[in-house]
T-cell receptor, first 118, second 108 residues
Framework: ETGVTQSPTHLIKTRGQQVTLRCSSQ?????VSWYQQALGQGPQFIFQ???????GRGNFPPRFSGLQFPNYSSELNVNALELDDSALYLC?????????????????FGSGTRLTVV | AQRVTQPEKLLSVFKGAPVELKCNYS??????LFWYVQYSRQRLQLLLR??SRESIKGFTADLNKGETSFHLKKPFAQEEDSAMYYC??????????FGQGTRLTINP
């Protein structure tokens, strides 16, 4: 069973640039969520993808966007990077997500991508 | 509003002493509560979830709906328990809301 893998592990970008982060979900998981973890803070929910569609979004501006592919892997795109976007970006996959009402049995997290915006 | 509060950013105890990491939440409904742990240089991993009522690595956590708390406890701390601990709740939309985390240090 493979876990969640993220790439790249580290990235340095300039303010105003665009970035794409990638995530491969754990085998058997078809739901992927992205979280932003600023230094000294807990992870904050960005959005979730299920069956290639966005299935919930946190309090992040539209310049944060994502994709999910048929193999359940996912991308996080951030446009017009700002200094405050510097953070650890975590991808997490979870067990199949039925219609709302079913319990969450916990996510499997990747190691994250450390993004530094200068 | 959904919120998770971990009042202690840092907690230091001696090996063999009891440990309690506090977690309070606010949520209108029946949330699912989790504890996640991050050991040094490792990824965030699930420690335990309230629906399982399990004990993992000697840790337990009881959901107290009256006090809206989900404190993590261990009767005898071990050095390998030193890590960052995050309490989190999950709503029906399946997203996780995390607390700020508590860094637990076990002194020899």
């Amino acid at each position: 069973e493979t876990g969640v893998t993220q790439s790249p592990t580290h990235l340095i970008k300039t303010r105003g640039q665009q970035v794409t982060l990638r995530c491969s979900s754990q085998s058997g998981h078809n739901t992927v969520s992205w979280y932003q973890q600023a230094l000294g803070q807990g992870p904050q929910f960005i959005f979730q993808y299920y069956r290639e569609e966005e299935n919930g979004r946190g309090n992040f501006p539209p310049r944060f966007s994502g994709l999910q592919f048929p193999n359940y892997s996912s991308e996080l795109n951030v446009n017009a990077l700002e200094l405050d976007d510097s953070a650890l970006y975590l991808c997490a996959s979870s067990s199949p997500l039925p219609p709302t009402g079913r319990r969450n049995y916990g996510y499997t997290f990747g190691s994250g991508t450390r993004l530094t915006v200068v | 509003a959904q919120r998770v509060t971990q009042p202690e950013k840092l907690l230091s105890v001696f090996k063999g002493a009891p440990v309690e990491l506090k977690c309070n939440y606010s949520y209108s409904g029946s949330p699912e509560l989790f504890w996640y742990v991050q050991y040094s240089r490792q990824r965030l991993q699930l420690l335990l979830r309230h629906i399982s009522r399990e004990s993992i690595k000697g840790f337990t956590a009881d959901l107290n709906k009256g006090e809206t708390s989900f404190h993590l406890k261990k009767p005898f701390a071990q050095e390998e328990d030193s890590a960052m601990y995050y309490c989190a709740l999950s709503n029906r939309a399946q997203k996780l809301v995390f607390g700020q985390g508590t860094r637990l240090t076990i002194n020899p």
